[in-house]
């Protein structure tokens, strides 16, 4: 294989010179050497280039994803992985954004423009989700992370997969068709979409405007998760909280459960110590009120008892036993009439005096006047 890539080599180089090529970088890296690796793309192809440190150094910065440059380059052939690559010696920026940054600043704009970006729209997350979809490849690492994380801190959570392709043709019409059929999953709390990282031109797919459009669309709070930290793409912006990678989306989307056991023991702890206060401070005034009540009900009792010996008193001062006692005497006839005028005594008749200790017949005179 040596040889064929080292002849392949040697006929793309002589077959080429020095030549000025117009595109739009994507996928620049700058590594610690120097050197500068990136792919330049137009609308309808792309190519890999180097730009070695002597060449680049008197640059006074490096270029950015999606900025449109003319390069100065040599066609040639990496022989160890049988590449074709461009080998840049100069690098000119264009007047002009790139075709893709161009496109996306478009899609950015009519978002806005609808109010998709506006920060009062996003939802919170739900505390507890209990069924999540994720929309991502079943293939890549983004769903193995997400299982990972999703089962070591919320294992109770019901995991629902929605596979689509997360990019090359055909990738913007299934996302968006995956996320139409989220919209269609019973009792669901929360939806993750994304993928893992890789190029501008592997992530491109959620730069689409569709794409974007359709995560808006979802009815439950939306987490995006695509590519790396430093990677932001239009899906992002619009979903309701936007994590760096996967994994993080996953621990944004449930609590851990080591967290929320922690909590609920500090929590038990407390309200037992609070119902042991409120216990104690109950029986204590308890224990003053019943001390009251008893005072109280003593007290009471004397005034009642007092009263009523009062009132014996004007009774006993009222008894007629008692009149009688102090020498009176009560007149009264054979029916009991009790005789109170000198009238009520005819001449000769019977009646009984009551004194204190019983009855004593009497009769008035004939000649009593």
Same mark, same amino acid.
């Given at each position: 294989?040596?040889?064929?890539?080292?002849?392949?080599?040697?006929?793309?180089?002589?077959?080429?010179?020095?030549?000025?090529?117009?595109?739009?970088? &994507?996928?620049?890296?700058?590594?610690?050497?120097?050197?500068?690796?990136?792919?330049?793309?137009?609308?309808?192809?792309?190519?890999?280039?180097?730009?070695?440190?002597?060449?680049?150094?008197?640059?006074?910065?490096? $270029?950015?994803?999606?900025?449109?440059?003319?390069?100065?380059?040599?066609?040639?052939?990496?022989?160890?992985?049988?590449?074709?690559?461009?080998?840049?010696?100069?690098?000119?920026?264009?007047?002009?954004?790139?075709?893709?940054?161009?496109?996306?600043?478009?899609?950015?704009?009519?978002?806005?423009?609808?109010?998709?970006?506006?920060?009062?729209?996003?939802?919170?997350? $739900?505390?507890?989700?209990?069924?999540?979809?994720?929309?991502?490849?079943?293939?890549?690492?983004?769903?193995?992370?997400?299982?990972? !994380?999703?089962?070591?801190?919320?294992?109770?959570?019901?995991?629902?997969?929605?596979?689509?392709?997360?990019?090359?043709?055909?990738?913007?019409?299934?996302?968006?068709?995956?996320?139409?059929?989220?919209?269609?999953?019973?009792?669901?709390?929360?939806?993750?979409?994304?993928?893992?990282?890789?190029?501008?031109?592997?992530?491109?797919?959620?730069?689409?405007?569709?794409?974007?459009?359709?995560?808006?669309?979802?009815?439950?709070?939306?987490?995006?998760?695509?590519?790396?930290?430093?990677?932001?793409?239009?899906?992002?912006?619009?979903?309701? !909280?936007?994590?760096?990678?996967?994994?993080?989306?996953?621990?944004?989307?449930?609590?851990?459960?080591?967290?929320?056991?922690? &909590?609920?023991?500090?929590?038990?702890?407390?309200?037992?110590?609070?119902?042991?206060?409120?216990?104690?401070?109950?029986?204590?005034?308890?224990?003053?009120?019943?001390?009251?009540? &008893?005072?109280?009900?003593?007290?009471?009792?004397?005034?009642?008892?007092?009263?009523?010996?009062?009132?014996?008193?004007?009774?006993?001062?009222?008894? $007629?036993?008692? !009149?009688?006692?102090?020498?009176?005497?009560?007149?009264?006839?054979?029916?009991?009439?009790?005789?109170?005028?000198?009238?009520?005594?005819?001449?000769?008749?019977?009646?009984?005096?009551?004194?204190?200790?019983?009855?004593?017949?009497?009769?008035?005179?004939?000649?009593?006047?």
């Amino acid at each position: 294989m040596r040889d064929v890539t080292r002849r392949a080599r040697q006929l793309v180089e002589s077959g080429f010179t020095l030549l000025w090529v117009r595109g739009e970088i &994507t996928g620049f890296k700058s590594y610690r050497s120097g050197h500068w690796y990136f792919t330049l793309r137009d609308a309808e192809a792309q190519v890999r280039c180097v730009m070695w440190r002597s060449d680049n150094e008197h640059l006074r910065g490096s $270029p950015e994803d999606g900025a449109e440059v003319f390069l100065e380059a040599r066609p040639t052939l990496w022989e160890e992985k049988g590449e074709f690559r461009l080998t840049v010696r100069r690098l000119v920026p264009t007047a002009a954004g790139g075709l893709w940054q161009i496109q996306l600043e478009r899609a950015k704009a009519a978002l806005a423009r609808d109010g998709l970006l506006d920060p009062a729209r996003k939802r919170p997350l $739900p505390t507890f989700p209990r069924r999540i979809a994720v929309v991502t490849s079943v293939d890549g690492a983004a769903l193995r992370d997400i299982i990972s !994380v999703l089962t070591r801190r919320w294992p109770s959570v019901e995991l629902w997969v929605v596979p689509t392709r997360v990019q090359g043709d055909g990738a913007e019409t299934e996302i968006c068709a995956a996320l139409e059929r989220v919209n269609r999953v019973p009792d669901l709390d929360l939806v993750i979409v994304g993928r893992g990282g890789g190029s501008a031109e592997d992530l491109w797919a959620f730069n689409s405007e569709r794409v974007a459009r359709a995560v808006a669309a979802v009815r439950v709070p939306t987490i995006s998760a695509v590519g790396h930290e430093t990677d932001i793409a239009l899906t992002d912006l619009v979903a309701d !909280v936007r994590a760096p990678t996967p994994s993080a989306a996953a621990e944004a989307a449930v609590p851990d459960r080591v967290s929320v056991a922690g &909590t609920l023991d500090g929590t038990a702890l407390r309200l037992a110590r609070a119902l042991t206060t409120r216990l104690d401070v109950g029986d204590e005034r308890l224990a003053r009120t019943a001390d009251r009540l &008893t005072s109280a009900m003593v007290r009471d009792v004397e005034r009642r008892r007092n009263a009523l010996e009062r009132l014996v008193g004007k009774l006993d001062a009222l008894s $007629p036993i008692k !009149v009688l006692a102090r020498g009176f005497a009560v007149a009264r006839d054979d029916a009991g009439r009790v005789l109170r005028r000198v009238a009520d005594f005819p001449p000769g008749a019977d009646f009984r005096l009551t004194v204190s200790d019983g009855d004593v017949r009497a009769r008035r005179l004939a000649g009593d006047a």
